[in-house]
């Protein structure tokens, strides 16, 4: 699961979440976990699979007249473009006004701080 990330809609990333979790799985097992939370037919599914399969982030194995669809892409990859992606859209690309809302709101509990804490050190080094 190297190369380059490819882009991915808000959508086929809830497809990706599901298949890092349950993997493999076939169209009409996601369309049944994930399609109507999200008002999605099977159509739909099949859809944001080819997308998936066309920018190389999932892979198919065929099982019979059916396909079996995995990851072929890590989720430390796409969370990284994706985080990137929403420091630069809300905070012009500056990760401390991200961390400085998230602890004004409370979100941050002692682990976490202690995790970014280690962090800073590490990157000083």
């Given amino acids: 699961m190297a190369g380059k990330t490819p882009r991915v809609s808000d959508a086929e990333l ?3 979440q599901l298949l890092w979790d349950e993997a493999p799985l ?11 939370s999200n008002g999605w037919s099977l159509a739909t599914v099949k859809t944001l ?5 066309a920018k190389g982030a999932i892979a198919a194995a065929p099982d019979g007249r059916r396909f079996h669809y995995r990851p072929a892409i ?3 990859a ?5 985080a990137g992606k929403l420091v630069e859209r809300l905070f012009g690309g500056r990760v401390s006004p991200l961390v ?4 004004e709101q409370g979100d941050l509990d002692p682990e976490d701080l202690a995790e970014l804490e280690a962090l800073v050190k590490r990157l000083q080094q």
């Fill in 14 to 16: 809830q497809v990706l």
């Fill in 26 to 36: 076939g169209a009409t097992d996601i369309a049944e976990r994930i399609g109507p």
């Fill in 49 to 53: 699979l080819s997308r998936l399969l």
């Fill in 74 to 76: 890590e989720k430390g």
């Fill in 78 to 82: 796409v969370a990284g473009k994706q």
């Fill in 100 to 103: 400085a809302q998230l602890a």
